[in-house]
């Protein structure tokens, strides 16, 4: 009986080697994102991709909410124990810098993937010192929003396509002063004041910078720069936009759907809001691009995209998860659920559908000339410039003195960082 | 001391093992989470720590940073206004509030229940609900001040109204809980002072401030330590009524929205753990002297 028992017992101790033998065989990887919105149709991806490569990889979601995401990013990336695959945003300097993720490089080669299928300017922001370090997952644009039942009501004509920064004044203009014959209390132009969707697309389109491009340097000191905040703060003091107390405490999107402003600089993330929104049901939501400053009508390109943790495992099967999530079948499944505009050029096509109330060809379109949002993925000098432009569309400071001023000391901290 | 160990009986020591087995739970994530977090935090503050790679010891450089930030002052400055105003405040409405509670008045279940509410709201609740009722363009606060005729105010964007509409909120907020402690000391004021102070001839005005005060400061001295410890710590309504990127942030900052700026958005954790010490030393300063003075006004009644 007792030779029996030993000799089941060495049996099924044999056997669960084998097992563990053969999982070896089988690469375990794993992909961290933190939007719950979207796992649904990712995991559609991954499953397709597990199917694809059954028996040599299996992939799976590691769903870490936006709070803590960094946070926990930084700490496994430090101690190796990361997810093999990470979704990457603009601090993605940051974790080039201390090598903590993989330059795409030799994959690209060894496969020879054709990095022009992406929009350019997204395939450019993971682009680091002439190594990719991402492939681009979706983008965001931003472009104008107008209320065309307010343009009707006063009777001003829709802006056109081609339309400059001076067309934008005129018709804001004839907006203002429409509405204050007939006693209303709407603004012709409201907006957003954080940089994405508002004042760094006039920074940048006058000529001026956030940050240049080798990351060093902070252009918001520049004479180009102050004038485009100078313009912004020009159409509070005359009434084409509504003002910084207003806009600092109700965000511009909500003033506008609520039909409060007649125009609108808003980011393509906010498409399903004005999808949405009663304003927009009712048909009455025209897009367009944004007006052409100093004739450049560019706008800032933002989008998420995936990386390879440097400490993966698996670094090939993680690669092969990465091209495959970034292919046009996978992001034409994105775009088709609307979750996201696909970086893909090919994929694109499968976002339009989603929208019956808006013309979101003028979202995708605004991808062919963006520029990417500019970051050195520091966030330590940031603050100078943003709180200075904040004083600066406040007026409580002269425009330039501000500007100046937040630069000289965002600079000081660069140089330190770069010393 | 050795001969006195040797004393304890066999059943005392077994009796002081599931004593301890009992606190346990609570020492061991109190040690874990607190006492070691604690030291990590000084640590960090004499180091430069980033990211990626290990703490640097710089000494006091963190320290002297501080000094020399104008931003620290400002949150510093701002931090001492919401907690000399605040403090003041809290004590005096949930003394008042207390005292009109403690009087056979009609419905006065429903008027206790009514005043604990905001203490059992979420702060996160309180501070949306209170945006939307300050908001510039939307508030029913400025609605009703333009119906009597007066101008709207943009409580949360001037840097002459947002801290005290930060404070009021924080008051609302805070006063119902006091009002609960103030009414339990004023409960246990033995009602024979009361009898012997209207037989001398005492009016409404002289009971309260000759027999009730006077018996209530101790607990008027503990509310006082606790409410100032909680209002020096301030962050939840700044964070949620105040957007990051506008004028009014710069306005209204305290110290530890500060400290969550340099550790979480600027990356600077070791500047960040020195900023946090510097209040922890703030608020250990200010409750010794609390401590020390409270023998020239809290009357314990023995």
């Given at each position: 009986m007792k030779k029996i028992m030993l000799f089941v017992a060495v049996c099924s101790l044999m056997l669960s080697l084998i097992g563990c033998g053969k999982q070896n065989e089988v690469a375990n990887i794993s992909l961290m994102m933190w939007d719950e919105a979207q796992s649904p149709v990712i995991q559609q991806s991954i499953d397709k991709f597990n199917e694809k490569n059954e028996g040599k990889i299996v992939a799976s979601i590691e769903l870490v909410p936006w709070d803590s995401y960094w946070t926990k990013l930084d700490a496994s990336l430090e101690t190796k124990e990361s997810a093999d695959v990470m979704w990457m945003n603009v601090y993605l300097p940051k974790y080039a810098s201390a090598e903590v993720v993989k330059p795409l490089d030799e994959y690209i080669e060894k496969d020879k993937l054709d990095l022009s299928q992406y929009i350019e300017g997204r395939v450019n922001a993971y682009n680091l010192d002439g190594k990719q370090y991402a492939l681009p997952k979706g983008l965001d644009t931003v472009f104008v929003a107008y209320n065309k039942e307010m343009f009707d009501r006063y009777d001003v004509e829709y802006p056109q396509e081609g339309w400059t920064w001076d067309d934008m004044r005129t018709i804001a203009g004839q907006l203002r002063d429409k509405i204050s014959e007939a006693g209303g209390a709407e603004y012709p132009i409201v907006m957003e004041l954080d940089d994405q969707p508002s004042w760094m697309n006039f920074v940048v389109q006058n000529g001026g910078n956030y940050i240049s491009e080798d990351g060093k340097t902070t252009g918001m000191g520049m004479d180009e720069s102050v004038e485009a905040i100078q313009n912004m703060v020009d159409l509070m003091n005359e009434e084409l936009m509504a003002p910084y107390t207003v806009l600092s405490e109700t965000k511009g999107t909500d003033l506008f759907i609520s039909g409060q402003g007649g125009m609108v600089f808003i980011g393509s993330w906010k498409a399903s809001v004005l999808e949405n929104s009663t304003l927009g049901a009712d048909g009455n939501i025209g897009l367009i691009q944004m007006p052409a400053l100093n004739g450049s009508n560019s706008s800032v390109l933002g989008g998420l995209g995936y990386c390879l943790s440097a400490s993966s495992k698996h670094p090939d099967e993680a690669w092969e998860l990465i091209k495959y999530i970034t292919s046009e079948e996978s992001l034409y499944n994105e775009a088709v659920n609307g979750i996201d505009i696909p970086a893909h050029a090919k994929a694109q096509e499968g976002y339009v559908k989603n929208f019956k109330n808006l013309d979101a060809q003028v979202i995708l379109d605004a991808s062919v000339t963006g520029f990417p949002y500019q970051s050195n993925g520091n966030f330590e000098w940031t603050s100078y410039v943003n709180d200075a432009v904040q004083k600066a569309l406040s007026q409580i400071a002269p425009v330039k003195e501000t500007l100046v001023e937040g630069a000289t000391q965002a600079q000081e901290v660069l140089d330190e960082l770069y010393k | 001391m050795n001969k006195k160990r040797r004393n304890y009986s066999a059943r005392k020591r077994k009796e002081a093992a599931t004593g301890l087995l009992f606190i346990a739970p609570m020492m061991i994530g109190l040690i874990i989470f607190s006492a070691y977090a604690f030291f990590q935090n000084i640590h960090f503050s004499f180091s430069k720590v980033g990211t990626f790679g290990a703490p640097k010891f710089i000494g006091f450089d963190n320290y002297i940073r501080a000094f020399t930030d104008p931003n620290f002052f400002i949150a510093l400055k701002n931090t001492l206004f919401y907690t000399v105003f605040g403090v003041s405040f809290v004590i005096i409405f949930s003394v008042l509030i207390a005292n009109s509670l403690n009087k056979k008045v009609k419905g006065r279940t429903f008027y206790r229940v009514s005043i604990f509410i905001p203490a059992i709201t979420m702060p996160a609740a309180i501070g949306i609900l209170w945006r939307w009722l300050l908001n510039y363009k939307f508030g029913i606060i400025n609605f009703i001040l333009e119906r009597i005729g007066l101008k709207p105010v943009a409580w949360l964007s001037e840097a002459a109204t947002v801290k005290w509409a930060i404070l009021l909120v924080l008051v609302w907020s805070m006063v119902s809980y006091y009002v609960i402690i103030m009414l339990a000391g004023m409960q246990a004021i033995d009602s024979s002072y009361y009898e012997a102070a209207r037989v001398d001839g005492a009016g409404q005005l002289q009971l309260f401030f000759k027999v009730t005060i006077p018996l209530l400061t101790p607990i008027i001295f503990f509310s006082t330590i606790m409410s100032m410890i909680g209002i020096l710590q301030i962050f939840d309504f700044i964070y949620l009524m105040i957007q990051r990127d506008t004028i009014a942030y710069q306005y209204s900052m305290s110290m530890v929205t500060y400290f969550y700026e340099l550790a979480f958005?600027?990356?600077?954790r070791g500047y960040a753990s020195a900023v946090s010490i510097l209040l922890c030393i703030i608020i250990m300063i200010i409750t010794v002297i609390q401590m020390y003075l409270q023998k020239y006004w809290v009357k314990y009644d023995n």
């Open positions: - | 958005v600027k990356d600077l």
